[in-house]
């Protein structure tokens, strides 16, 4: 008698307590939090499995950071790694670019990446040395220390060596007085701000504040939404805060209050930044202009800019340090309503107005700093675009004064190295954009000591 396909598979079918824990560890640490939860709703034994932090919590953790940060080395290895998993989940966030925001300053951008065992944050300025490169100066680290409690601090001299015990004050190898214990508030996803904390040396703890962007212990349970979990937690602060309300000498505590913060204030040793995230740093094959650039510009400086893509097809290049000042929004460096892109090869017009222009080079690629070359002697143009330098082609007299057409008309070039230059009728020269990151990383880091 012949055994059909069907009923081999049904021979060898298995479940998942038949696997080895392993397995099933490794299973389960595709799934989110709340799949955990649920899944331990499904079984006594499965809820034992799912609390194990030294083997679930741990590998999920592994599964999602481990190639960029050594999972084992935050807290000295000696921390939950429940607690971990919900700290990183909220530095993830952080990684990448950000922008200064409501001050104007000379540093606009600031680079969050993994480090060992903590997340550093970096400013980034261009260089002042006639090249391309880009000066990275780190000043803050987030960590977490071996007791559980959530550091964060600023170092402003720039002294600090980290080693896997930096978060422990007692380790630091540095005088308190160096360094400024901050709170990173995150105000949603794409707005952080980082202000003094005066509480203590950076230690955020087991039972700080939300405000001090990280969840405490007690909120892990509600959060993942553990099996017979009920809101009393929720039910007990809102009974307090009617209870503070009413109690007697409610208003001498709160005046109390009020003057410690004032003292507070006036031992500020740092001002609050904010931060608003670059959420498109680089470009994609569908918005090859996207992201943050490098360039020289006509007085031979190293500037860094933003191109941005509208919902309505329009493209808008902003200087960084322009997009810290209020209403900055209605300077573009240059704009355009179409993202349509003229093919190679250009008519013999459009050649000449290209190749009559000069490029402004770095002193790492010309004889001389900032040498000026001829459009003829670089790169290979793929495509062209039309642009203008003012709304006031679109929208008259929005700047209170009408714009010469031919004033603020002017030209992108794309190459096929995936850059680009644009320049404008009025002048005789190119600025040729180069990336600031690719793949996470920063390009052309030059020494920060010599700044």
């Given at each position: 008698m012949s055994t059909t396909t069907d009923e081999v598979i049904n021979t060898i079918a298995l479940s998942f307590t038949d696997f080895p824990e392993d397995v099933q560890l490794n299973i389960l640490s595709f799934l989110t939090p709340l799949d955990?939860?649920?899944?331990?709703?499904?079984?006594?034994r499965f809820v034992t499995l799912c609390r194990d932090d030294r083997k679930l919590w741990f590998?999920?953790?592994?599964?999602?950071w481990g190639s960029k940060t050594h999972i084992n080395k935050w807290g000295n290895g000696m921390i939950s790694y429940k607690i971990l998993y919900y700290t990183l989940l909220q530095y993830e966030n952080l990684i990448g670019f950000w922008r200064r925001s409501g001050v104007e300053t000379d540093v606009p951008l600031v680079f969050f990446e993994w480090g060992r065992f903590y997340v550093a944050g970096s400013r980034?300025?261009?260089?002042k040395t006639g090249s391309y490169d880009a000066v990275k100066m780190p000043f803050l680290w987030m960590g977490i220390t071996s007791k559980g409690e959530v550091v964060n601090y600023l170092d402003p001299v720039g002294k600090l060596e980290l080693n896997e015990n930096?978060?422990?004050?007692?380790d630091l190898g540095v005088v308190e007085s160096d360094l400024v214990?901050?709170?990173?508030?995150?105000?949603?996803?794409?707005?952080?701000?980082?202000?003094?904390n005066g509480s203590g040396f950076g230690y955020s703890g087991r039972g700080s504040s939300s405000s001090?962007?990280?969840?405490?212990?007690?909120?892990y349970e509600d959060l993942c939404g553990s099996p017979g979990s009920l809101p009393d937690k929720l039910m007990s602060e809102v009974y307090q805060y009617f209870a503070n309300k009413t109690s007697p000498g409610g208003n001498g505590s709160a005046r109390r209050q009020?003057?410690?913060?004032?003292?507070?204030?006036?031992?500020?040793?740092w001002e609050p930044e904010d931060y608003v995230k670059i959420v498109n740093p680089l470009p994609t094959p569908d918005r090859p202009l996207q992201g943050l650039w490098k360039g020289f510009c006509d007085d031979t400086t190293l500037e860094f800019f933003l191109v941005s893509y509208d919902d309505i097809g329009g493209i808008a290049c902003r200087r960084l340090v322009e997009l810290c000042k209020p209403f900055s929004a209605y300077a573009p460096v240059f704009w355009t309503s179409n993202t349509t892109f003229i093919r190679s090869p250009l008519s013999s017009e459009e050649e000449n107005i290209y190749e009559s222009r000069m490029h402004i080079q770095p002193l790492s690629e010309a004889d001389e700093p900032c040498e000026v070359l001829p459009s003829s002697d670089k790169r290979v143009i793929l495509c062209m675009h039309f642009m203008n330098s003012s709304y006031d082609l679109v929208i008259p007299d929005l700047a209170g004064s009408t714009v010469n057409p031919r004033q603020a008309e002017g030209r992108i070039w794309q190459y096929e190295d995936g850059t680009f230059g644009f320049g404008f009728l009025r002048d005789n020269y190119i600025i040729d954009l180069r990336c600031i990151a690719q793949n996470g990383q920063i390009l052309e880091v030059a020494d920060f000591s010599g700044e």
């Open positions: 955990i939860s649920n899944f331990a709703c499904t079984s006594k590998s999920m953790c592994e599964r999602k980034v300025k261009p260089s930096v978060m422990n004050l007692d214990p901050v709170n990173v508030n995150f105000m949603g996803k794409n707005h952080v701000v980082v202000e003094e001090s962007g990280n969840v405490r212990e007690e909120e009020r003057r410690r913060e004032r003292e507070r204030q006036g031992r500020r040793k």
